[in-house]
Each structure stands twice: as structure tokens, then as C-alpha cells.
């Protein structure tokens, strides 16, 4: 049945390309990423290797820079996080890109500064460079750029020193208005969240609470601190799966 289900893969992969993830079943042979099982023929049903489904490597090929994983990985809390948020920053790319303003282009960057910090700081300020488009190319083309060079930036999870540093940069914008117990207060939170006895959240809405305490525009508007829909939250962690600590 391999034929059919290659040519069946094929037309239902077509609604896909529009859509900002997809979240597959683990192990299957039609649908799973890497962990279906390959055998060596109908007639020798001897296990080779582990790879992915036939349908599940049509999405791959079409919309693997995006957001797309297996249900089984996502129990992972790490893996989970990093899924709902390319999941949103793809959403929120979707919403600018079928205008190609450059203003809308500068914002978006601006916006999600500190969570692409986090990510990769070099192809962070690759992505700044497209924004500015200081060689004045149309904008389909620079949105283009930003897109490819944006999949780079989310390709792995940020890796907890780099978003503590990143944690330690936000800071760094509200501490001049802190006393020497608040700012102590929220680098032993930080230092705690570094330990992993504390979620990101209580960082992050800490944080947030300066910015609204002393009116400041900055923070409060970094996707960093709310970078998905607070009821997606799920603390469970299945410590499976986890790629990068």
C-alpha cells in the first residue's frame, strides 16, 4: 500500500502548507516524525531502524521549519514550551507577512527582541539586519529573508543559561527604579528558575509587574514575557524526550 499512501500524503499535505504547526501521532507509519518502525521487506519483516511515516515526512519537507511535533514528545515540558512558542511567533509572522510592511517588519522584530536573544543572538541580529533593509530591497524579498533566517533562530529550544542571561538583560531595564532588597529579591528568583525549582512564569510575570509598576512601555510589550496564551500553560513534565537542558 506504500503507492497509495505516498500519493495520499501528497493531497493531504496541501491544506498544511497554510498553517503555522501540526502535531502528529508518535510511532505511526503514516504520521509519525522519527520513530516509526522500518522493516526490511513484506516478505522479511526484519526491523532495520527507526525513521519517519510516509505522511509525517511530506509535512516535514513542507513545514518542518515551522512548528511541528509529535504528541508523545510534547508531555516534555521543555519540548512542549519551545513548540507553543514558535507556534505563536509563526502566528503572529503570518499576520504581518501578507502585507509585507516594512514598518509591521521592524515592530515584530522589535517585540520579540528578547525572546530571540534567547534563542540564537546571532541570527537574532541577522534578523535585524533584514529588518533594516539598509540595501532598499523590495519587500516580498526581505519578508522572504527574515522568514528563512527566522526558521534558524527557532530551530533548537533556548538553552536555560542563555534565557537566564536573557532574564538578566530585561532586569537590567528596571532596576535603576529598584531598591537593593527588590533587585536581590528578583535575582534569587532568577537564580532559583536557573536551579529549575521555579517555572519561567514566576520570572517572567515578576518581571512584568516593574514594567507596570514604572509605566514602562519596553517589557511590558516583549513577547518574552507572555510568549503564548497564559491557559496553554501545563507545568507536567514527563522528562522525556528532552533534547536540550
Not at 497554510?18 to 521487506?41: F, N, P, T
Not at 501578507?98 to 541580529?125: C, I, P, W
Not at 529588518?131 to 527566522?150: D, G, I, S, T
Not at 512601555?217 to 522528562?239: A, C, E, H, M
Request: proline share 4%; hydrophobic share 40%.
Amino acid at each position: 500500500v506504500t503507492r497509495d499512501l505516498v500519493q495520499a500524503s501528497g493531497k493531504l499535505v496541501r491544506p498544511f502548507l497554510g498553517c503555522d504547526g501540526a502535531i502528529l501521532k508518535s510511532r505511526s507509519r503514516s504520521c509519525a516524525l522519527r520513530d516509526a518502525k522500518v522493516y526490511r521487506s513484506f516478505d522479511k519483516p526484519h526491523f532495520l531502524c527507526r525513521d519517519s511515516g510516509i505522511f509525517g515526512a511530506f509535512v516535514m519537507r513542507h513545514l518542518g521549519h515551522k512548528a511541528v511535533d509529535d504528541e508523545q514528545r510534547l508531555t516534555n515540558l521543555v519540548l512542549r514550551e519551545h513548540f507553543l512558542i514558535r507556534l505563536y511567533v509563526w502566528a503572529r509572522f503570518r499576520n504581518i507577512a501578507g502585507t509585507h510592511g516594512m514598518g509591521d517588519l521592524v515592530e515584530f522584530h522589535a517585540r520579540h527582541k528578547l525572546l530571540f536573544l534567547a534563542y540564537n543572538q546571532s541570527r537574532f541580529r541577522m534578523c535585524g539586519r533584514i529588518a533594516a533593509n539598509q540595501e532598499r530591497l523590495p519587500p516580498a524579498e526581505v519578508y522572504k529573508h527574515y522568514e528563512k533566517e527566522l526558521s534558524r533562530v527557532l530551530n533548537r529550544p533556548f538553552r536555560r543559561r542563555a534565557r537566564v542571561n536573557t532574564l538578566y538583560h530585561a532586569l537590567g531595564w528596571v532596576s535603576e527604579h529598584l531598591s537593593e532588597k527588590e533587585k536581590m529579591y528578583i535575582i534569587n528568583t532568577i537564580e532559583e528558575y536557573r536551579d529549575e525549582r521555579i517555572p519561567l512564569p514566576a520570572v517572567t510575570r515578576l518581571l512584568e509587574i516593574q514594567d507596570i509598576r514604572f509605566d514602562s512601555d519596553y517589557l511590558f510589550n516583549q513577547v518574552l514575557l507572555r510568549p503564548f496564551p497564559s491557559g496553554l500553560i501545563d507545568l507536567s513534565d514527563s522528562g522525556k524526550g528532552r533534547e536540550v537542558k
